[in-house]
């Protein structure tokens, strides 16, 4: 009962957070707006977070978390980026408001989440060097860039194209499919 109600506290903060982003900036909202704007109390709130920036910290960790639980190298890559998109625009509402606040650096979050994802395919970063044919790291920094700014433009343009379509966009300019099959012949 009490994970139950910790959960929907949580998620009550999440929502009146993201209301609010959307027409503030996050440096202009307060723990009595936000509180406010949830139907809790400030107790409640520092119960579970030490301040504004912690609770920000922890719900895009959270967010990240649950992308990397999605991400299964089992699968092949393609099921992977797709089902990260999904997620994405299920949680559009979140990820936007986010998104369009540059104090809270989601394109970076986004660059960091690729890298890891990176972690897990053998040998990504000498062969994302052997595609753009330059030293391994501005490769990466250019695969990385081109990967973050297509999700980040999608975003803010309204996730309005499907999944299935961005995923094939990704896919051509990464290459990563044949990174995988090459990776598993290895």
């Given amino acids: 009962m009490t994970q139950t109600r910790q959960t929907s506290t949580k998620q009550d903060i999440k929502e009146a957070l993201t209301q609010l982003l959307l027409t503030e900036k996050f440096e202009d909202i307060s723990i009595s707006k936000l509180t406010r704007k949830a139907g809790i109390n400030r107790g409640t709130f520092y119960?579970?977070?030490?301040?504004?920036?912690?609770?920000?910290?922890?719900?895009?960790?959270?967010?990240?978390s649950q992308l990397m639980s999605i991400f299964n190298d089992e699968l092949p890559i393609r099921d992977n980026i797709e089902a990260t998109?999904?997620?994405?625009?299920e949680n559009?509402?979140?990820?936007?408001?986010?998104?369009?606040?540059?104090?809270?650096d989601f394109q970076f979050s986004i660059k960091e989440f690729i890298k890891q994802l990176l972690e897990v395919i053998p040998n990504a970063h000498a062969w994302i060097s052997k595609i753009y044919q330059?030293?391994?790291?501005?490769?990466?920094?250019v695969f990385l860039a081109s990967n973050e700014c297509i999700i980040t433009?999608?975003?803010?343009?309204?996730?309005?194209?499907n999944p299935k379509?961005?995923?094939?966009?990704?896919?051509?300019?990464?290459?990563l499919e044949n990174?995988?099959?090459?990776?598993?012949?290895d």
Avoid at 153 to 161: L, Y
């Fill in 134 to 141: 330059i030293p391994e790291n501005y490769a990466l920094e």
């Fill in 92 to 104: 559009y509402d979140f990820i936007w408001a986010i998104a369009k606040n540059q104090s809270l």
């Fill in 153 to 161: 433009n999608w975003i803010q343009t309204g996730a309005k194209e």
């Fill in 85 to 89: 998109l999904v997620y994405l625009k």
């Fill in 179 to 185: 990174m995988q099959k090459e990776s598993r012949c």
């Fill in 165 to 175: 379509v961005m995923t094939e966009i990704l896919l051509t300019i990464s290459h």
């Fill in 47 to 64: 119960l579970h977070y030490i301040d504004k920036f912690d609770m920000m910290e922890q719900l895009k960790q959270d967010t990240f």
